[in-house]
């Protein structure tokens, strides 16, 4: 039973990887977008991207493979495996403000962290013959991460008496740290009969695969109002600015003739 159940388990994990779409023909008509679903390999025979139109890579996977004999692209086209941008953090609760007499207000609550940005896909492309009439540009930059959530602010101090001073304010929560930057994803594109590619590049055949931005560290919050009255409190402290999260690191791309 022990081995049967290792034996489908095997057969299922080797059915995920070698999963494929086939296809003789792909078009992807101007200004539309073909979705890579459900697997990681795209075989075609041949494809062709008009005007403005996209392919995205599949997100669910780090790798993913083209495999074409021929392709034809317009101007403005993108094959897509950008990483997601991380998320900013949450603004923390504002503090308590007290209109009870001489109290003082309640601190702010903390930004929270912003999200990472998610690293870009990893490509490997490979064609038999490239025919570029405007621009492609293979798109696997990193996401940029989320900035930290702002300090929420101090409450305001209850007011004073003439027996009693008015309430401080209380300080301001501190800002969120921002979130790192994912990382660019690494391309290798492999072209048997393309002698021009490697002129191409920069040119028809643009590769974007930088590291994400690194989000911003969120500001503090303000502080809370002292209370006035015959003795006034202390305006409360704003809070401390969180810290910068890092930018994602640069992929690599490589192009072989073979």
Not at 40 to 66: A, F, G, H, P, Y
Not at 119 to 126: K, P, V
Not at 162 to 182: D, E, M, S, W, Y
């Amino acid at each position: 039973m022990i081995r049967l159940s290792a034996l489908l388990t095997f057969c299922l994990f080797a059915n995920t990887v070698l999963s494929q779409i086939r296809l003789d023909r792909l078009e992807v008509l101007s200004k539309q977008e073909y979705k890579i679903i459900g697997s990681d390999i795209l075989v075609v025979d041949t494809l062709v991207m008009r005007d403005s139109s996209r392919i995205i890579l599949n997100q669910d996977v780090k790798e993913n493979i083209i495999n074409a004999k021929v392709i034809v692209v317009g101007n403005g086209c993108v094959i897509s495996g950008h990483g997601k941008n991380g998320t900013p953090g949450k603004t923390g609760v504002v503090g308590r403000g007290q209109s009870a007499p001489c109290r003082n207000g309640d601190v702010g609550k903390d930004g929270e962290e912003g999200k990472p940005g998610t690293d870009g896909l990893n490509l490997s492309f490979y064609v038999n013959s490239v025919k570029i009439d405007g621009v492609l540009t293979i798109d696997l930059n990193g996401g940029d991460g989320g900035s930290g959530g702002r300090g929420g602010k101090g409450g305001d101090g209850g007011s004073g008496t003439q027996v009693c001073k008015g309430g401080n304010g209380g300080n301001g929560g501190n800002g969120g740290n921002g979130a790192t930057g994912g990382n660019g994803g690494i391309l290798k594109m492999t072209c048997k009969t393309c002698v021009d590619l490697p002129k191409m590049q920069g040119t028809k055949l643009q590769f974007k695969n930088y590291g994400g931005f690194a989000g911003a560290g969120g500001v503090g919050g303000n502080g809370g109002q002292a209370g006035l009255g015959p003795q006034d409190g202390k305006n409360g402290k704003r809070g401390i600015a969180g810290l910068d999260g890092l930018a994602g690191k640069a992929g690599a791309f490589t192009i072989e003739q073979k």
